[in-house]
């Protein structure tokens, strides 16, 4: 049974910070490219920052940069978003992907349901 479970959300102060962590079992762990989504109130999915299977390169969404960390463990299957210098803009529930070629045009993808952050004094 495929699962993907985010933890660490909560509420923080403008300047704090965060630590998400996205479990996985189920599947390969190891062969998937991770990436963070998180999505405000009445907005859009917006992809925060991805990195791929065996941790070599990371990308992130400008707003992100410079504040936030992904990393992966692959001993684990956890994959990690640090965030920094937190921001109200930066309240939404975050999710996490893993996405891997099956072959033939076919993809493999995999969501969890999401941790709430909300930014807030």
């Known amino acids: 049974q495929v699962q993907l479970v985010e933890s660490g959300g909560g509420l923080v102060q403008p300047g704090g910070s965060l630590r998400l962590s996205c479990a996985a079992s189920?599947?390969?762990?190891?062969?998937?490219?991770m990436t963070w989504y998180r999505q405000g109130t009445g907005k859009e999915r917006e992809l925060v920052a991805t990195?791929?299977?065996?941790?070599?390169?990371?990308n992130y969404r400008d707003s992100v940069k410079g504040r936030f960390t992904i990393s992966r463990d692959n001993a684990k299957n956890v994959v990690y978003l640090q965030m920094n210098s937190l921001i109200p803009a930066d309240t939404g529930v975050y999710s996490c992907?893993?996405?891997?070629?099956?072959?033939?045009?076919?993809?493999?993808?995999?969501w969890g349901r999401g941790t709430q952050v909300t930014v807030s004094s």
């Open positions: 992907k893993a996405r891997a070629p099956g072959g033939a045009g076919v993809w493999f993808e995999y």
């Open positions: 189920g599947f390969t762990f190891s062969n998937y490219a």
């Open positions: 990195i791929t299977s065996n941790g070599g390169s990371t």
